[in-house]
């Protein structure tokens, strides 16, 4: 094979899957976002879970220390993820309505 036939058949591959690689790598992400940003809350709360325990049973026990980010700012960013997810899916319906489309045999 020549380099031209290997780079026309390249190009027509990219333009065949690229959407579909590209929407499932920004679904993909936003999911990876919108979780990464819940892991902060969700510490948050099992940590104030803790404390009550301790508050409950051994009240002369230190507490554990609470953190948190502002709100503000984790909805945002869990925002951000939204809409990127959102994003892949209309790419991916966009791909997958420009396929051709093959019947049942």
Same mark, same amino acid.
């Given at each position: #094979?020549?380099?031209?036939?290997?780079?026309?058949?390249?190009?027509?591959?990219? &333009?065949? $899957?690229?959407?579909?690689?590209?929407? *499932?790598?920004? #679904? $993909? /992400?936003?999911? $990876?976002? =919108? !979780?990464? +940003?819940?892991? $902060?809350?969700?510490?948050?709360? =099992?940590? &104030?879970?803790?404390?009550?325990? =301790?508050?409950?049973? !051994? @009240?002369?026990? #230190?507490?554990? @220390? +609470?953190?948190?980010? @502002?709100?503000?700012? +984790?909805? &945002?960013?869990? /925002?951000?993820?939204?809409?990127?997810?959102?994003?892949?899916?209309?790419?991916?319906?966009? *791909?997958? *309505?420009?396929?051709?489309?093959?019947? *049942? @045999?």
């Amino acid at each position: #094979m020549s380099d031209s036939s290997l780079l026309r058949s390249g190009w027509i591959r990219v &333009k065949q $899957y690229g959407p579909s690689a590209l929407a *499932a790598g920004l #679904m $993909y /992400g936003g999911i $990876y976002q =919108i !979780f990464e +940003e819940l892991r $902060y809350p969700l510490g948050n709360c =099992i940590v &104030k879970l803790v404390n009550m325990v =301790i508050r409950q049973s !051994f @009240p002369d026990r #230190m507490l554990l @220390p +609470e953190f948190s980010l @502002p709100w503000p700012y +984790e909805v &945002k960013v869990a /925002g951000v993820g939204v809409i990127v997810v959102v994003l892949g899916i209309f790419i991916g319906l966009w *791909a997958q *309505a420009r396929s051709p489309r093959q019947t *049942a @045999p």
